[in-house]
Structure formats: structure tokens, C-alpha cells
């Protein structure tokens, strides 16, 4: 009893916390999954074994005291997180600057000289975050809307080879050079979104009109989509100089232009900047129009949508249409902006958008900055793996981890709202039965 | 006498609410005690106060003569004071004894196992010695609710609660419950128990209680000695004036048919045919009552008029225009309000804040979109001017109407649907759960709505209420119209048998009030 009061209390604590106190929690569980996955560096580095120690715990010798235990550890948790976080960007901070003493080494500049912000690690995050941003949407959409769509990464397949498809067909009779760019590039995302915006609407209308779980129809449907993506890619418009499964590669021009990074790195500050803006309009659609009050009432309360007029059918059609085209533009951008082409085996963006979506409280601004925290610890991950011996399995756990103590608190926020709806329904379940109950008062 | 339990000036602040406002409350051991107000006069806050749920803002909390601060129910719970919540906390599947002790089961062989048997025993005991008539071994979910709330009170006294507290005791009883209940609460009384109950309905606080105490606004309006006062004196105190309890209406006019339903069948969502060839019209400028006992097709016939159920067969009329094949949305848009059966599932989105629940129903309209965007500040002054006029409190159009008690949830849908300026507004029980102030606030717009030359669509299953608003009256039963009759006309005792589905013996054909054909 004390404890699930108590429990609940801080069920209702947490849903009551305003942005500050969101954020500081978030922040708060960021540290802590750091504490927690050094322990488990320290115990996997002392259970390994390696020639020679990654680094030595040993107590200071003052005085001639014999030394009496030196404890070697295979990895160095420092040099971990050290790697990545600070190697997600390219190592900006100056060798031995330390917030304890910020003016080491010069007058108040922390940062590396020669560092810049353009580097190729910064270019790998980005791009990660950009993909990224539009998975997540595509997720939290649908989970505004009170759906879940877990066929983001089919939506996204469907509309890779689609754009990829359609560029390959219009370069012949689209302009070269730069006003080739400005005709394929928009069309590679124009194809990108019809693709999986369609795609999107067949769970929608199996759930709308068949009543179909979406769950299930859109797991399904990815493996479909990548069934039958790869048999087309294999048999109909695969590349015959490649021995890969993939498409011709577009002409270069197809590409979105690089701006500012170096075109190798395969990232985009432009396809970034449409992220941005696609964050902005989602958020605006949800709060400032017709639609975005139709889909969340449809997503709080469906009963109340339909008491308010919403047609409750055409709601879930089309939110499934929309997240479908956020997940098809994310394939269109691993085929213009990443690839160059498509090719089978595509990473699982889709996935993880829902972690980032989950992370990101289903709020379109928060799924900007969760993209970057995975785009961050995506592209660290990659920098780890070259600077120390600590086996990627092990990065994955503690990016793993990093993501399980951020995601908890909006998890237990969801938790938490739900139960007070539940509560809410009873009392008024006693409260109705109570103007019935045939008192004398009336 | 001594006092069981003494609040001495109790405020509680919430985040902009003041719930309870310097409270002193003294109740004397061995008594029964009302704690009597409208919704959301801060009743249940206080007892959640001395429950231990809440920490007081100011004030002392004094049980058995001892100043206590409680952390937790638990720590009430060790004192002595134990609360039965409106909505049971009980195991289904699980027999009474089980979970009478749970928590704090007998133990044998050293703590390593429940001792059922003794725990059985203990139970049995416990019931005999205050006359529960409560069989140890059933099931929760095959006993009755009042037996449910019987095994919630054995429960607390199980734990040694010496002070019990009721929240809402009798708002899931049925009148011979009530009744078994009040004898409950005296055998406690008689052996030295001390119970405070909460309660909005005053016969209630009369019948079962030594003494009342008034909140109001969160305030102690007065305690009084149930044998020194009357209705009219508590009701005058609840709402803090005279109220009067008959509604006074003028004779109608009635106009034109708004509302024509011919020959609707429907089918609730199981396929099972409810609503069976009903046909009646409603015109401008009267009140068309139905009664009925809950569950005799009325939520379903409603559905297939505000549009959100597909009529099986016959067709509904309106304006002059056949509707049924019309969305829920073009109905909003051509002038019919609907107040719901069900406001926290349907009325209100609860997370939602006043300006955005406001809009409910309006997002498309031209008055608050154009192009899709809606203009969020005329939102606002929508839902400020309801909140206005319709006196819903707190007055702020941020607050979340999860946050606004019952009544003022009631008030601010009933604002809404007002300000649609209707031609037809379409009543679901609008007073259900609604305390007196508001109920008699919400009559009296129902009226003017008609007085205006609009038509009213009434359906509720208080006889009081229909009765005194329509100008015509419907029966239901089973599904069928078992006539239409005139309110004023119409004995207590025909109307039971026409809801009951029998015929009376008076012909009602001598009832009917004239009916144009629609």
C-alpha cells in the first residue's frame, strides 16, 4: 500500500514536471547511464584479458610507501565516453582542457586550434540526426495521433527505390548541372513521400476499414516491402557492372549539394536545414491547424474526436499517409544524400525512429534533439571502435544504455498519464451510478 | 466526550487553488458525521488531509487528543483512521478474507507462509462482531457492490482503524444498499467506532447523521446538529442562498417540427436490435422529454440523431431536411448541439485546456479557422467569454479540464453547446452527478433555449427532472416508444408502469398532448 502510494506519487510528480524539470531529468539519467556503464567498462576490462593495461587504479606512494596493490583495467572508461562524445565531433576540446580549469593554455578558449566545425566526424553525426529526424516524425506523428506505426523502416524502403527510381528515369530528359539539382532533388523527395505516403495508407485502411491491428499489418508489411523492394532491385533495375544488389548510381548533380562540408562525407547541410524546417511545420500542423486538432483529440481521446465531428477513418488514413511520407523522404535522403543509388540492406533508420520518438516524448521538437543524441552516439560509436580495444558489442550496451535511462522518465510520464485516465474513469463510473442511485435529493 | 478527531484550521494550497481554507473541524468519538457539500468545495481534499494523502499547507491534524503529522495513509492507517475510497480497491478474483487480510496476512511456520485458515476465522470473527453478514470464502467479483463496501470497511477495520472515513458511501448503491449501510454505520457508531462521511445529497446527511458540516468554496460554513435543522437550512448553507427546489416554467409555443425521427431502428455495437421503430418529432419553442430506466436504447437512439451511430433502418429529419446519411460534423455545422451522456469520454478531451476544448466541435468552423489555421486567439476569447458567463471555476482557460470538478466540466460543455446559438440542442442526463447549484443553473438555460423558439431534446432518467422541463413527455422501453403524454397530466405511478413497459389502465390517448403529423 505505502509503496504504490508512494509510487504513485511519483507517477504523478513526474507527469506534473515542466519543461526545466524535464530537461534536468533527462540530463540527471544521462550522467547516471554513464556511472552505471563505467561499472561495467571497469568489470568487463578486469574480466578481460589483455597485455597491456588499458589503465592502472593504484594509491599514491608518498614517502617510499611500498607499493601494495595495482589493479590493471583492459579498457578505460574515460577514454570511452571520452570518444564518444568528444570523438562524435571531432575532438573540439583543447588536449588536458578541463572545466575545472577553462583557462588552461590560454585566454578563454577551451577549443582546439585547427578544429573545425565543418570536420568529417561533425558531417557523420549530422547526417545520422538528419535521417534520423525524419524517421522519428514519422513515429511520433502516428503516436499523436494515437496509432502506432512500426513499418516506418518498409515506408522508408518502398520510398528509397521509388526516388532512386524515378531520378534514373528523368535524368535522360532533366537538365545537367546545378538546374539538374534543383529539378532531381526535389523530385527524389516529392517520389519519396508519395511512395511511402501510399504505403503508410495501407495500414491505415486495413485498421480504418477492415480493422486490422496496425501493429501487426505494418511489421508485416516491412518485410514485404523489403521482400519485394529486393526482388525488384535484383531482377528488373539492378546495376549490371555491380556485383552488389543495387541500382545504376545517379549522375553526381543528383546529389544534394554539400554546402559548406566536404562532398565526401555524404552529408548535407541543406537536407539538414529541410529537416529543420519539416520539425517546424510538423510542430505547427499539430498545434495550429484543423488537422493537427483533429488527429490529437483522435490521439487523446478517440470517443471525444468523434463526438467533436472528427471522422474517425479518414483521421487514421491520413496520419498514416503523413507518416508514411516522413518515412519515405528519410529514404529518399539515404538515396540522394547518403548512397547515391539504392541498394538493399539498408540500416534500420525506421527502428530506430521510434526509439527516437519514444526518447523525444512524441513532441516534433523533441524528436530534433533526440536524432542529435542519436546521431551523436551513432557516429562515437564509429570512433570508439578505432581507438580502443573495447569490442563494439560492449559501445552497444552503453549506448544502449545511455537511451534506456533517457527514454525511462517520458516512459514512466506515459505510464503515469495513464493511469490518472484510468483513475479518472472510475471515479466517474461512482459518480455516475451515484445521480442514479435513486437518492431523494432531486 | 472526547473529540476522535479534531482539524484545527486546515489550509491547502494547491498551484493556484486554495482547496481548503483555515478548516476547523471537530468530530466527537462515537458519532456519525456528515461532511456535506457541492462538488468541489474541497470535501475530499480535507479528508485526504487526515488520511495522510496530503500535507496541509497550514493547520494541525489531532487524532485521540495527539497532534499527528501524517507522511502516508500508512502512517494514518497506525493511528487509527482508516478510509473507504469511492471506487473499491479490491482483488476480483481473490475471496473476501483474502482480501481483507492482505497486506497484513496471519503468518505460520515462522512467517514462511499465510495462515488462511486463522485469517478465515479472524474474518468470520470480525464480521459476526458487528453484524456484516459477510461469507469469508466468497469471491469479490461474485458478491455484491455492497457487500464490496462492506469488506472495504471490515478491511480498514481489520487494520484497527478506530476513525472511519467514507468517501461518497453511497453514490454505487442501490436504495435498499443505502439502507443496510446507514444500519452499518450505527452498529459501528454503537461500538464505539467514530465514521465521517463524505456526501453532496443532503437527505443522506440528515437520514445517517449526529452531525453535518458544511463546506463551501472550501470553507466551513457551519456545523450543525442534524436534529436542529432542515433541507431547506442545509441547502441554503451548500450553496450560500436560497434555492429554490422547483423549477417554474411558462406554457409553451411550439413552431414548427426541427427534429423528425420516423421509423429509426439501430443496433448497439454487440448487432442486438435496441432502438425499434421509434418515430416522434420535436418543434421549435418546447422541451420533448424521454424517460426511461437507463439501458432501454436512449443512448443509442441519440447516437443515430447527433450522428454518431448509423441507423439500421427509418430516416431522422432535419430542419426540414433528411440527415441521416449526414457526418457527425455537417450536423454540428447546420445548428444541432449536443450535450452528452458522458462528458469526461466525450465532452471534454481531458488533457486538453479550456481554450482547446472550447473549440471542440468548432475547429473547422469558419468563426474559428480559416484555411485550415486555427486562430487561437479567438479561441481563447471563446472560452472566456463560457467560462464567463457560464460561472465555471476556476476561472482560468489554461487549466486543464482533468482539473475542474464535475459540475464545472457540465457547466463549461453546457456553455459550449449554447454558444453554438443551436436550433436543436439534444440533452443527455445535463445534470448527472451535477450538484444543486449548477443543476438548477442548467435548468434554467434549457428554458431560456426554449423560451427563445428553439427546440430542446431532453433525455434523462431522474422523473424529477423530466417531468418538470418537458412540455411533452416520452416514455421508453425496451426500445419502443410507449407513448408520448403530457408531464403535467401524467401520474408517478403511470409513468413507473409505462417505464416499467406496461399500460396503464387510463386511456393515454386522454394524456396525449395534440401532435401534428411529421
New interface residues.
Partial sequence: MTLQDRAATLLARLVDASATERFAISFAALLLSIAVGTVIVLVSGRVTECTTAAFVLTHPTPFGVPRLFAVGFCYDPVAVYDRLFLGALGDPLKQGWSPLSPFSGGPLNPMREGWSPLNRQVAVTLRETTVLIFTGLSVAVAFRAGVFNIGTQGQLVVGGLASALAVLWAVPVAPAGVAGTLVLVPLALLVGALFGGAYGAIPGMLKAYAEANEVITTIMLNFVATGVVGYLVLNHFKDPNSAATQTRSLPGYADFPTLLFDPRNAFSLVALFVGVVVVAGIAYLLTQTSFGYDLRTSGLQPEAAEYGGVDAKRTVVSSFALSGALGGIAGALYVVMILGKYQTGVPSYGFDGITVSILAGNNPLGVGFAALLFGVLKSGTVVVDFATDVPPQLVGVLRGLIILFVAMPEFFRMVGRRAEAVQRRMGETAGRVAADGGDSDE | MSDAVHLDGITKRFPGVVANDDVTLRVERGSVHALLGENGAGKTTLMNVLYG?YEPTEGRVVVDETERSFD???DAIDAGVGMIH??FMLVDPMTVAENITL?NEPRKWGGLAIDRERAREEVAELSDRYGFDVEPDARIEAVSVGVQQRVEILKALYRGADVLILD?P??????QE?KDLFEVLEELTDAGKTVIFITH????ALTAADEVTVLRDGRNVGTVETAETTRERLAELMVGREVLLETTKTPSEPGETVLAVDGVTVRDDRDVRVVSDVTFGVREGEVFGIAGV?GNGQAELIEAITG?RRPDSGRVRFEGADVTDR???ER??EGMA?I?E?R?????????DLV?NG???S??APSF?SG???D?GRAREHAESVIEAYDVRPPNPDTDS?ALS?GNQQKFIVGREFEREPSLLVAT?P????D?GS?EFIHDRLLELRDAGEGVLLVS??L??VRSLSDRLAVIHDGELMGVVDPEEVTEEELGLLMAGERPERDLASLRVTEESS
Fill in positions: 494523502l502516508s495513509p500508512r469511492q471506487h497486506g461518497e453511497t453514490a454505487v448503491l442501490t436504495p443505502v445529497k443532503l437527505g443522506e437507463d454518431l457526418s457527425r460534423r454540428i455545422d449536443y452528452p458522458d469526461q469520454e466525450r465532452g471534454l478531451v481531458m488533457s486538453f482547446e473549440l471542440l466541435g475547429q473547422h479557422a485550415g489555421r486555427i487561437w482533468a464535475g442526463h445534470t448527472r452527478g451535477v444543486i443543476t432518467s431522474k424529477e427532472e
